[in-house]
């Protein structure tokens, strides 16, 4: 699986779309995860599909479910874009490309 952690709301959070979660998501937007991965990063989204993606997101992450849904409402719906933004690409660029692998310090990442 596919994770992405950030700070969100108060602390570091593991974030995850699981296959399951991601027809969720796609049920809950009306859209494709393809469209979804592909707009997002150019800016190009919903208000509800940011916090659609987080809340998700965050249950895929280990988070249970009610607590996604107050963290989503807390520090996605009602902060500003900037905030959220950023996390719900990362996830989605997860999604698409999978995670980057960890590198130590001075070593070069491959070519590819």
């Known amino acids: 699986m596919n994770e992405h952690v950030a700070f969100f709301g108060d602390g570091e959070r593991t974030f995850a779309l ?23 990063p150019e800016g190009n989204f919903r208000h509800a599909e940011l916090v659609e993606i987080i809340r998700l997101s965050l249950i895929g992450g280990g988070t249970t479910p009610k607590e ?5 409402d807390t520090y996605a719906a ?3 874009l900037t905030e959220p933004f950023p996390i719900a690409v990362a996830v989605l660029q ?3 490309s999978g995670t980057p692998a960890p590198t130590t310090e001075g070593q070069a990442l491959p070519n590819g």
């Open 18 to 40: 699981t296959p399951d979660l991601i027809i969720e998501l796609e049920r809950k937007t009306g859209a494709g995860i393809g469209s979804l991965c592909l707009r997002f």
């Open 68 to 72: 996604a849904a107050a963290l989503a």
């Open 78 to 80: 009602k902060r500003p």
């Open 94 to 96: 997860a999604v698409w």
